[in-house]
């Protein structure tokens, strides 16, 4: 079993910046891949990042303003946000799961969510 606490969020103007971290423990944590969703008001859950050992990816609506890394030692991943939009808002959620390709994700845990509004 793998338990995700997710930290970070807030409130910050168009423009700006935010780092979400997410906090990972389970006794084989390090084994799995992990990634970031977002979900706006009614809209689908969306995939964001994801990192595993084969490296990261994006989905394209974040590539060149967003980075996730992982800390291996500390078992938390972060997402770093930079030149945020109004689009942007939504809740995050970070998850752990499996890739069987450079570009695939499954996710199997969530964790709660944390809340990120961008004001225009």
């Known amino acids: 079993q793998v338990q995700l606490v997710e930290s970070g969020g807030g409130l910050v103007q168009a423009g700006g910046s935010l780092r979400l971290s997410c906090s990972a423990s389970?006794?084989?944590?390090?084994?799995?891949?992990m990634a970031w969703f977002r979900q706006a008001p009614g809209k689908e859950r969306e995939f964001v990042a994801a990192?595993?050992?084969?490296?990261?990816y994006y989905a394209d609506f974040v590539k060149g303003r967003f980075t996730i890394s992982r800390d291996i030692i500390r078992n938390t991943m972060y997402l770093q946000m930079n030149s945020l939009k109004s689009e942007d808002t939504a809740v995050y959620y970070c998850?752990?799961?499996?890739?069987?390709?450079?570009?695939?994700?499954?996710?199997?845990?969530w964790g709660q969510g944390t809340q990120v509004t961008v004001s225009s």
């Open positions: 998850s752990a799961g499996t890739s069987s390709s450079a570009s695939s994700y499954t996710a199997e845990y």
């Open positions: 389970g006794r084989t944590v390090t084994s799995y891949s």
């Open positions: 990192v595993s050992w084969r490296g990261s």
